[in-house]
């Protein structure tokens, strides 16, 4: 038997692997560098600078002994009265400096061309390991439940299965699997919030047993679901601070993910990882390479 992957699982990337580099105005003044700090000092009488933490204040120049430095933002105030607060004669220019900071290693090099940056990544990608062949067969079982919860058990229904497994006993059975419950009449029944139920009730049987502590619901836990959650989901997923997300079918439509990135929102105060998982095509006809017996 070949173990030909059943999906190709790829991360979606989080809102800040997207970003472009954009820019913006300083004055800059180039001085020699034993006078850096006399100018730094005085820059502390100029407006401060506003979201450029990330900019590194002084920059090697051209000839060797001397720096450039950063003095304000070009929005701030007009050059005629900044030379005003400037010792006569120094020499100001404007320069573009990036407006945010570099989050992946390629903009780090791309920014820090345009001017020196520092570059701290978010601890979500620091932490990113690549899934092994392990965790892509534990993966490829789960999605496989979620489809048997997709298949048995909706007639009627809309076609989604959700399964939620904790990846730190990965050969255990999940710890929940639903179906989408709409056609029961209550609109709010989805898979994910079905399943999200399950996960509530056995935390409510845990909690009445003695020495039981109370963390969040999902807590480090997997979520497998067919198809790429809603909105109402995703946001359930947030609060209940699920560890990834696994999903088969994309929704650009209708989807947390593809429409608002509900995964890795800056704005949100929690993360998930998120993959999508796309069929693998079929492997090549067995004749096509393999030597006969
Ligand atoms: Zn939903």
Redesign the pocket.
Known sequence: MTTHPAYSIDRVPIEEEQQTLTTEAVYTARVPVKQTSAMLKLCQRLPPLTNLAHIKRVRASQPADAVDVVLCQCAKISLDALQEKLPEGTAVSTHQVPMTMPYTRAQFDEWKAVWPVTFRPPLQLRELQPLDPAEQAYVERMLALAAAQQKEMCSGARRVGVVVADPRSPEEEPVAQACDMRASGNPLR?A??ECIGQVAAAELRRRKRPAADAGYLCAGLDVFSTKE??V??CMALVHSRVGRLFFVDSDAAGGGISRYALHARKALNHHFTTYHCRPAPASAPRDAAAPQP
């Open positions: 989805h994910v919030m959650p809603c109402m989901c």
